[in-house]
Nanobody, 122 residues
Framework: EQLVESGGGSVQAGGSLRLSCAAS????????MGWFRQAPGREREGVAT???????GYADSVKGRFTISRDNANDTLYLKINSLKPEDTAMHYC?????????????????WGRGTQVTVSS
């Protein structure tokens, strides 16, 4: 089982990025997928989730700016981030669980990618 993120980078505040996460090895069994982020010195936090029937969920801090989507045919998860802010600077991780119900609890996701860094300058 593997999750590989891409699409991070260094951008100025107000800019946009689209993160991607390619899944392989277990895609037919994946239920919920999500994006989490971790800034230096802070705990990992969930920002967006999507279940197998494409129902999204967002953390309050990112509603209106982040859009999660999932392409089951191509085994890829996306996160479009608009209006980037310096406080969005963090390592962003893709995660998956086999249960269909989504969760914001880090420990409920057994599968993780290595992350892609997003850095936003003011």
């Amino acid at each position: 089982e593997q999750l590989v993120e891409s699409g991070g980078g260094s951008v100025q505040a107000g800019g946009s990025l689209r993160l991607s996460c390619a899944a392989s090895g277990f895609t037919e069994r994946i239920g919920c997928m999500g994006w989490f982020r971790q800034a230096p010195g802070r705990e990992r936090e969930g920002v967006a989730t999507v279940d197998r029937i494409m129902r999204p969920g967002y953390a309050d801090s990112v509603k209106g700016r982040f859009t999660i989507s999932r392409d089951n045919a191509n085994d890829t998860l996306y996160l479009k981030i608009n209006s980037l802010k310096p406080e969005d600077t963090a390592m962003h991780y893709c995660a998956a669980r086999l249960f269909s119900a989504c969760s914001w609890v880090v420990g409920n996701f057994p599968f993780w990618g290595r992350g892609t860094q997003v850095t936003v300058s003011s």
